[in-house]
């Protein structure tokens, strides 16, 4: 397969797996007037972020005013017309509307201050319009899914006098769902979009400008030259390139294809099923969202719903998304050992202190973001600094130079960027407003926990289900607001810490992201490898055990995330969490030294869950049932190879 022709499947598989990349493909005139808003876009937010955000339903207003004139006028009315490359004047007009609706909140703020929630006629229309455009930005850009969601919830905030039971309320009028979703911070205006409009711009105007440096190849390189030449090399390749990007990159679908294009042709040379090649790159690039320290959009609203520092959240993840990769690493290692699978020859690869000496400086920025949240800065602040500091390593080398344009460039990329995550935190201040106004989320919670008996595991396995059902269509960041609203206060009613109870609905949702039969990330792996997205799909939660497995187990024992644990108990917890996933992943493939059978894969498996869970005793015992599954499998290889010699 040509360059060429790798780069066009991959840009077809993104846009039909990626609803936020069927953008239209302007020229001319209408390319300079979509380039000028997204410019300004960025401008403004790198503004606000230097020198002070505006008032909070002001910065908001503006944030999502920017947002809707730019979807309207990149996401048409309907997909058949991307291919035109030309503007429908309807989209025009939703566009000046989608400007304008958010405008007015700017232009009649004192007004709207001094009528303290009195809602006018106007304000009635304005308002009523304002929730239309977000309803049908939100289907242009996200998806039909995510609007079926927002407007169930729109639904029952007028049906509340005809629902059954504990779901019954008085029901709401037009206007004061209106005046309670478009001019309050409650609503469209809330905590979603105040992270959207703050943290959330700036990290992906961030990830943006990594992207133009090189940083990508960079990554993809330095992870041939550490694994490419070990047993299955590309496919580990795979897992610490998609890793690493998953580090600036919080798209799992865009991760996919971005380093799959590559690694998945190099996976399938070597001799993995296509199946198990689209797998791979799908478990690794899905648990992007999960690597700190920028991980997906959600993790910033957790810190405002938790109400932590964004770096409590970072150091919470550390562990969980090491077994996470450590998992899917070992299955492909284990795969390769089982087929006999060898890396690529070293004098094929580059060489890391080659790689580092030329390209090495591309990565200060992570390193300097890494520092400064460590160090208290704020996310917007250490953000800020990260952008300074990518454009300025940028000029360490001639090689990796940014062009002036390139810059510019970089401000329209970061804008665009942000339009999916903006218009879902839009949507899910629309789920937050009904919610509260409602207060259908307690009697949520507390019907969940009477279907499950006040007992803590059911009502996690319903958490899970709610969370990887609405992950089939949802995003990331509105799956986490819904269950965020919903299920994890049903978890803290059982005495769940919240950073804990919000990790699990966090991990759910972005698990959803392979786990069958809706499995974007796995859909894209399959488009570029050629194979089955279900049995990709199959594979990817196969190898993505640990993802299924640990959110139970910080929950019971929230050591994992690093919340009232010495020291001691995290490294001992750590290891023998890392000795269990080497039990899990030699279970789901059937290797360890040797091949296993149906009876020693259950073994392995019951190992590996004793030593994940912490404590002394469940530890000694799965680490006595592998040690002696490992010592029995060596041993008799040994002799086969004895006989055969």
């Known amino acids: ?26 020229k001319g005139f209408m390319a ?23 008032d909070a339903q002001l910065q908001r207003a503006v944030h999502l005013g920017f947002g809707m004139a730019l979807i309207f006028l990149l996401y048409p009315t309907r997909k058949k017309w991307l291919k035109s490359g030309k503007i429908h004047p309807l989209d025009i007009l939703l566009a000046i509307l989608g400007a304008a609706s958010p405008a ?45 969601v927002v407007l169930a919830f ?22 004061q769902l209106v005046g309670h979703l478009y001019f309050t911070t409650e609503g469209v205006f809330g905590i979603p979009l105040g992270v959207s409009s703050t943290f959330i711009f700036l990290f992906i105007l961030f990830g943006a400008y990594l992207e133009a440096t090189g940083l990508g190849k960079f990554f993809i390189d330095l992870a041939n030259a550490i694994a490419g030449w070990s047993s299955g090399g590309p496919a580990k390749v795979a897992v610490i390139s998609s890793a690493l990007m998953g580090t600036v990159s919080g798209s799992s679908v865009a991760n996919v294809v971005g380093t799959g294009s590559f690694t998945i042709p190099m996976m399938k040379k070597l001799g993995y099923h296509k199946n198990f090649a689209g797998a791979v790159e799908a478990a690794s690039s899905t648990g992007g969202q999960l690597m700190p320290p920028v991980m997906g959009a959600a993790a910033f609203l957790m810190a405002e719903f938790v109400g932590v520092p964004y770096i409590d959240i970072v150091k919470a993840a550390v562990i969980p998304a090491l077994l996470y990769f450590t998992g899917i690493c070992l299955g492909v290692h284990f795969e390769a050992k089982r087929n006999n699978l060898k890396g690529v020859p070293r004098s094929q690869l580059p060489k890391i202190w080659t790689i580092l000496k030329e390209r090495g400086h591309l990565a200060l920025p992570l390193i300097a973001i890494v520092y400064l949240l460590v160090a208290g800065y704020s996310p917007m602040r250490a953000a800020l600094v990260a952008i300074i500091m990518s454009i300025a390593a940028s000029f360490v080398r001639k090689a990796t130079r940014m062009k002036p344009i ?18 879902a935190c839009a949507a899910a201040g629309i789920i937050i407003g009904v919610v509260t106004k409602t207060g259908v989320g307690l009697k949520l919670a507390s019907a969940l926990i009477d279907l499950s008996g006040g007992m803590l595991f059911p009502t996690m396995f319903f958490t899970m289900i709610t969370a990887l059902i609405l992950g089939m269509g949802v995003p990331t960041t509105a799956n986490y607001v819904i269950t965020a609203t919903i299920a994890a206060p049903a978890l803290v009613k059982l005495g769940v810490p919240v950073l804990a109870a919000h990790m699990f609905v966090f991990y759910f949702g972005i698990i959803a992201d392979i786990t069958p039969p809706v499995a974007l990330a796995a859909y894209a792996g399959a488009g570029i490898s050629g194979g089955n997205p279900l049995m990709t799909g199959v594979n990817a939660s196969k190898l993505a055990i640990a993802a299924f497995i640990i959110p139970y187990i910080f929950v019971v024992s929230p050591v994992l995330l690093m919340i009232q644990a010495t020291p ?29 059978n149906v009876p020693v894969r259950v073994l392995l498996f019951v190992a590996g869950l004793l030593m994940i869970v912490p404590g002394s005793i469940t530890d000694g015992i799965g680490i006595v ?21």
Not at 155 to 173: D, E, I, K, Q, S
Not at 625 to 645: E, N, T
């Open 1 to 26: 397969m040509s360059e060429k022709s790798t780069e066009q499947l991959a840009d077809e598989v993104l846009k039909k797996y990626d609803n936020e990349s069927n953008t239209i493909n302007y």
């Open 406 to 423: 390139q810059i510019i460039q970089g401000l329209e990329k970061g804008a665009k960027g942000v339009l999916g995550v903006l218009i």
């Open 625 to 645: 049932i592998f040690g002696s599954i490992l010592f029995w499998q060596m041993r008799m290889k040994k002799k086969k190879a004895a006989i055969a010699g």
């Open 104 to 148: 007015y909140i700017v232009l009649e703020y004192q007004q709207l201050v001094l009528r303290s929630g009195t809602v006018t006629t106007t304000d009635f229309i304005v308002g009523g319009i304002g929730i239309l455009l977000i309803l049908e930005a939100t289907r242009r850009a996200v998806g039909k899914p995510m609007l079926c």
């Open 568 to 596: 001691v108990e995290m490294v001992m917890a750590t290891v023998t969490a890392v000795l269990g996933m080497i039990g899990l992943s030699s279970s789901m493939i059937g290797y360890l030294a040797d091949h296993c």
């Open 32 to 54: 300079k007037v979509v380039s000028a808003i997204a410019i300004t876009f960025s401008v403004f937010q790198l503004y606000t972020g230097a020198f002070g955000v505006l």
């Open 154 to 175: 729109l639904a029952y905030a007028f049906a509340g006098p005809y629902m059954p039971g504990v779901l019954a309320h008085r029901g709401l009028t037009p206007e």
